[in-house]
């Protein structure tokens, strides 16, 4: 599984910003998908993660109401909506796949799969 981030770039405060990840390989579609973002000088955070169907999601807690996960298995796509943008979103934001995925994992060590990362910075 290959996967390529965009979308990425300066949001002011309270704006919205669309992150989509494209992927390859014959797993895609079958794989658990999540969206991770790391901070300057922090570690890599869980955001969300949506199972192959599309039918379950999960969000972290300071994301929550604000970020939408969505995929098109027609065009091996994975989204993440945000809305309502605040500075401390700001943060390398990284696509992820779980191709062994059971149950919606939140940690990274599951994910054996990563897309190279796209930049959010939120900022007037």
């Known amino acids: 599984v290959q996967l390529q981030a965009s979308g990425g770039g300066l949001v002011q405060p309270g704006g919205s910003l669309r992150l989509s990840c494209a992927g390859s390989?014959?797993?895609?579609?079958?794989?658990?998908l999540g969206w991770f973002r790391q901070a300057p000088g922090k570690e890599r955070d869980f955001v969300a993660a949506?199972?192959?169907?599309?039918?379950?999601?999960v969000y972290a807690d300071s994301v929550k109401g604000r970020f939408t996960i969505s995929r098109d298995n027609a065009k091996n796509t994975v989204y993440l909506q945000m809305s309502s943008l605040k500075p401390e979103d700001t943060a390398v934001y990284y696509c992820?796949?779980?191709?062994?995925?059971?149950?919606?994992?939140?940690?990274?060590?599951?994910?054996?799969?990563w897309g190279q990362g796209t930049l959010v910075t939120v900022s007037s």
């Open positions: 949506i199972t192959w169907t599309g039918s379950r999601t």
């Open positions: 992820a796949a779980d191709t062994n995925a059971a149950v919606l994992h939140t940690t990274s060590g599951p994910y054996d799969y």
């Open positions: 390989g014959r797993t895609f579609t079958t794989s658990t």
